[in-house]
């Protein structure tokens, strides 16, 4: 069982006196790597026999970790932060009901779910942590330059910063997922069917799928905002033949210093692809042209 299906399993166990302790420890994880037991009495308000009886309460649903090394100190884990952005989202009805996975990668697993209305959405879970830390730090600099940093929170910042993405880009016209809710390291958004364009055997005309990625690699650059980690691994194809470009966590603004470098990097890797599965062979000046076009 997931970490995802978990927490939605134990939302209607859990006592609101846990989420209260939880909240407390989520608070502390900003000043203390492990969080003390005084903050934790002191920001709940409980006594601490009362905090100590739900934090062993918390560690037998394995909702917690725990140091001992110096001090007594907690932190979340994966499956407390879910319990919490899942919580929220049930409660400003957002979701009512978490379904069955629809893929689980290096930094994100992806969940159906049910809104009250019941209509089906999409639950990306930030899993920033499974690749290595130098690596993370390579790729997303809103964390570069900061030396205490979990990855909970580094999970945050990149479902933030995707959430903002996907809301700028789609108001510019392009074919991304609806945004529709973002809390923690969770964004809820509009549930797309397909499938990755790399995994297409065969496409009717490529040349005009080509020009379609094209043209909202345009429009999202004149928006402000460039992709920079565009491939046919995040490009979906729906089964009524549309695309839609996903994955913006690591995007960049069309005036960082370096966005011509990403801009052709971005584009090349399309090219590649496109001329080595469909024979389609255009320039990177060719393409360039048609963005700033």
């Known amino acids: 069982m997931s970490s995802a299906e978990r927490a939605a399993s134990l939302i209607t166990k859990i006592d609101p006196r846990e989420f209260r302790v939880l909240q407390a420890i989520e608070l502390g994880m900003s000043k203390y790597e492990f969080v003390p037991l005084n903050f934790i009495t002191r920001f709940t308000g409980f006594p601490i026999q009362e905090v100590e009886h739900w934090i062993d309460e918390l560690d037998l649903n394995d909702l917690l970790w725990r140091q001992s090394e110096g001090y007594l100190g907690y932190i979340l ?14 409660r400003s009805e957002v979701v009512e009901a978490l379904g069955m996975s629809l893929g689980m990668g290096k930094e994100a697993d992806i969940f159906e779910a049910l809104t009250p209305s019941n209509i089906k959405v999409a639950i990306k879970f930030h899993r920033l942590g499974r690749i290595s830390f130098r690596d993370t730090r390579r790729k997303r600099e809103y964390i570069a330059n900061r030396h205490h940093i979990s990855w909970l929170y580094q999970s945050r910042l990149a479902a933030e910063k995707e959430y903002n993405a996907l809301s700028i880009v ?36 490529p040349k005009s799928f080509l020009n379609e990625i094209l043209i909202n690699v345009k429009k999202s650059f004149n928006a402000g905002i460039i992709h920079a980690d565009l491939s046919e691994f995040n490009i979906m194809v729906t089964n009524d033949g549309r695309i839609y470009i996903i994955d913006w966590p690591q995007y960049i603004k069309k005036d960082h210093k370096n966005s011509e470098e990403y801009l052709e990097r971005d584009l090349q890797n399309i090219l590649n692809f496109f001329n080595r599965k469909f024979n389609i062979d255009m320039k990177i000046n060719e393409a360039l042209q048609i963005i700033r076009s």
């Open 170 to 205: 789609k108001k510019a016209g392009v074919c991304v997922p609806e945004p529709i809710a973002q809390n923690r390291h969770t964004i809820v958004m509009e549930k797309i069917e397909g499938n990755q364009i790399g995994e297409i055997a065969s496409l009717e005309d």
């Open 77 to 90: 884990n994966y499956n407390s932060y879910d319990l919490l952005a899942l919580n929220a989202l049930v």
